[in-house]
């Protein structure tokens, strides 16, 4: 039996994955209308492929539009799609102890059954990409999204209550049932539960609180804390909540966390309401960082605290406004591939 365990993002990669944006309700039925947050997504994957390969997907339909519109070494497969969040819809990529590729399939049900939202094609994405991979697939019949977790690859998962224990996900599942299962399948022995996510992500088009807008593990021992400092945002008293989180529990060598904040951008609202931008959704790859930027005053000093926290890293800031008015970030619509053990 392999012991399968999913590495720190800031671990070797073999590539990254994403989807072509399709055309349909998420973001509009032409062409046209789905130009601007393609664009979104092609600058990120532009931006990828200065440090390695990029994979994506394209619903048939689009697959015309999208080689068109990507760069030449950007591989494009043809895939049936009903939305571009890989990151949640995609599989969840781990290692065993030979170093073997195996690619967990969790089950997919549009962020707990949302009214607005089709799955019936993404939820098959999993196996999809596992196989193209050549990955050893992980079955799972845990609800569970890949913006609904991160690891420091050294025992440690985040989470959120409002995600694995969401009535409409894993209505028959207990913390100590979401535990095992993330051991199964991640090789996790410490769950830091945090009680939600983001205001904006709990409103009607989130996925109801996912971890990977604030907080992450850019280093062992480290916390990357999302913090809204402006009273006004519903956000703002959110921040002391969930350092009370982290205070009370402890890094894998058994010492407190060393929390470190990123500062929400200034802006508070867009036309839909208050904004869920957040500096901690971006993605680790190898020898970079590709980071969300907003037009705005604290795109620097995020970037500058992304490099610390990264040492070594080069950060690229992509403008991620088109892709939040859709419902995430940069993490959200890749999904990273660890390199595994050469045969």
Not at 124 to 129: A, M, P
Request: some cysteine.
């Amino acid at each position: 039996m392999s012991h399968w365990k999913m590495p720190s993002e800031c671990a070797l990669q073999e590539k990254i994955w994403m989807a072509f944006p399709p055309l349909g309700e998420t973001f509009g039925t032409t062409d046209g209308e789905a130009a601007q947050a393609r664009a979104s997504w092609i600058a990120v994957a532009h931006a990828i492929l200065e440090f390695e390969p990029v994979t994506m997907l394209a619903d048939p339909r689009d697959v015309a539009t999208a080689r068109e519109l990507l760069h030449a070494d950007i591989d494009i497969v043809a895939a049936p799609l009903n939305d571009a969040w890989l990151r949640d819809a995609g599989p969840t990529f781990v290692l065993n102890e030979q170093g073997e590729l195996g690619a967990i399939d969790w089950t997919f049900n549009g962020w707990g059954q949302q009214e607005w939202a089709s799955w019936d094609k993404d939820a098959q994405l999993g196996k999809l990409v596992a196989e193209l991979a050549g990955a050893q697939l992980i079955n799972s019949d845990m609800v569970n999204e890949g913006g609904g977790i991160h690891v420091d690859g050294e025992g440690t998962v985040l989470v959120t209550d409002t995600v694995q224990l969401d009535r409409f996900r894993n209505p028959d599942m207990s913390r100590n049932d979401v535990e095992a299962e993330l051991a199964r399948t991640l090789g996790t022995t410490s769950t830091v539960w945090l009680p939600r996510g983001l205001y904006r992500d709990t409103q009607r088009f989130g996925t109801r609180g996912h971890v990977d807008i604030v907080a992450t593990i850019p280093q062992p021992g480290t916390i990357l804390l999302h913090r809204q400092g402006n009273p006004e945002h519903p956000d703002f008293f959110l921040y002391d909540v969930l350092r009370e989180t982290f205070e009370d529990t402890t890094a894998p060598n058994g010492r407190p966390w060393k929390i470190r904040d990123i500062p929400a951008p200034a802006v508070l609202k867009d036309d839909e309401g208050w904004v869920d931008y957040s500096y901690v959704n971006h993605l680790v790859v190898n020898g970079g960082v590709i980071a969300c930027s907003f037009d705005d005053e604290n795109d620097a000093v995020a970037a500058q605290i992304l490099a610390e926290v990264y040492p070594g890293r080069k950060v690229v800031t992509v403008d991620a406004r088109n892709i939040f008015a859709h419902g995430g970030g940069i993490h959200c619509i890749t999904q990273h591939q660890p390199a595994a053990a050469r045969a």
